[in-house]
């Protein structure tokens, strides 16, 4: 379920992303319009009031500073929207003259609208921080010319942004709590949309693993009739060819065997019969050696397919006694010494003094384990031109290692030597399933077959069995 889980998280990531990313541009060009429009309205509405105040100051600006003093001081004493709005007259050297909040309301404010409308005789706007209280403000300032057009002083109109960044910051927050509640809709849709998905999927998945793993036959049910219904359909089409195409093969693997074990059998018969003739010729006695060897070999091979059937028909069965392990793995390999010794290979047996407990087991069935982890050994490894065999009693498991000097097994055949029909890149002669049919009887038996690369070189076999049932 791991890769339906990724798959999951990446729907929502990809989706969530997009739509969050989406989501966050337009909540950033909406706080953006709102603020620029909201801006905008107080820049207009103040420098319309400045302008039109400066106007209706006109003519008290053409008669003495006297009276121009005194009008902006009465005229600031009376401005109604003082609550909101502050107004200021400041002379043409920076100074306050009057204000709407008292004459003497503070140090005379430096804001780069003052200088630049005295300079320009022009209006001019400031919107940032006030320098003696470090709030936000937007502060206009317009001009107060002469009639001969000498600017003697600045009306300001000067008012927080403190109510406005408010409603800004609200918009912001409307439109971020609007994308959660579109981002958990979408999350919401998008689960049940998932699920919709992974669940047969999953279903899917889990009987194709049954089918990969030899479980061949098994159908899936499905109720869907979308691509995914015909992912199913596909599934169980192949699940039912593999079994038909398994069945055959078993059926010939099996009726091949029994028909050539008659002819086999006749063939070593008389071969050893011929064998143990005194008169044959030298070349003829050479010939006969070769034929019993083949057909032995032959009749080895058939023996293994048989039992492949019986494994993959559940027909094998043990015949369990208590054993003397170690006894039969010595016989084994004593007697298979002699048949390697003849192609130039020693096989050594690391003899100990420890106590091996006799174990409940099938003999027959260990001694073929025995012999054709040996042959294998002979085989794949013969180059070495030495093979090393020990048994252990480790942990409550008696252990068998069967070692060779050969060039080993490569690293990503490992995982895969013990399947059935697999040979990978050795060159030797077989059919493939010795180590897959060894393995299922150690399974049978409670144990373990482990097969990993000696250090030094070779290829090194464990077989691992318990000491109960």
Known sequence: MKRT????????????GVV?????????????????????????????????????????????????????????????????????????????????????????????????ALTTGSISVYIGRDPSTGERIIAVSSPMVYSNGEVIGVLRYVTSTRLVDRQILK??????????VITGIIILSS???IRTILV??????????????????????????????????????????????????????????????????AITGWSETLLASESLDPETLRGMKIISREARRLTEMVEGLLDFNRIQDDRMTLN?????????FEDTVYMYSSRLTQDGIQLH???????????????????????????????????????????????????FRIRDHGPGIPEDELPLVKKKF??????????????????EIVQMHGGSLTLENAQGGGTLVTVALPTTQ
């Open 5 to 16: 889980g990724g798959l999951r998280r990446r729907w929502l990531m990809n989706t969530v």
């Open 320 to 328: 369990i006694r208590e054993v003397d392990i170690r006894g039969e």
């Open 200 to 265: 047969p999927m999953g279903e899917i998945t889990e009987k194709a693993k049954r089918i990969a793993s030899g479980s061949y036959g098994i159908q899936i049910q499905t109720k869907y009739d979308d691509e995914i219904g015909e992912l199913a359909d596909t599934i169980n089409e192949m699940s039912v060819q593999i079994n038909r195409n398994e069945v055959m093969q078993r059926d010939f693997i099996s009726s091949l065997s029994h028909e050539l074990r008659t002819p086999l059998t």
């Open 422 to 439: 697999y040979k990978g890149s050795s060159k030797a002669r077989g059919t493939g399933i010795g180590l897959a049919v060894c393995d």
């Open 191 to 193: 689960n049940y949309y």
């Open 20 to 116: 969050c990313s989406l989501g966050l541009v337009c909540v950033i060009v909406v706080t953006v319009a709102f603020a620029g429009y909201y801006y905008s309205g107080m820049r207009s509405d103040m420098s319309y009031r400045a302008e039109t105040t400066t106007d209706f100051f006109a003519d008290y600006i053409n008669q003495s500073y006297n009276v121009y003093y005194q009008s902006c001081i009465n005229y600031a004493n009376s401005f109604e929207s003082k609550n909101a709005i502050e107004l200021q007259f400041i002379s043409a050297q920076g100074n306050m003259i009057a204000s709407s909040y008292g004459v003497w309301s503070g140090q005379s404010p430096t804001t780069s609208d003052i200088s630049d």
């Open 171 to 180: 918009i912001a927050l409307f439109s971020l709590a609007a994308l959660a």
């Open 349 to 399: 047996y690391l003899d100990n003094d420890e106590d091996i407990p006799e174990i409940p087991c099938d003999p027959e069935r260990m001694r073929q384990v025995f012999l054709n982890i040996l042959d294998n050994a002979a085989k794949h490894g013969g180059e070495g031109k030495r093979i090393e065999a020990s048994v252990n009693c480790e942990g409550g498991e008696v252990i």
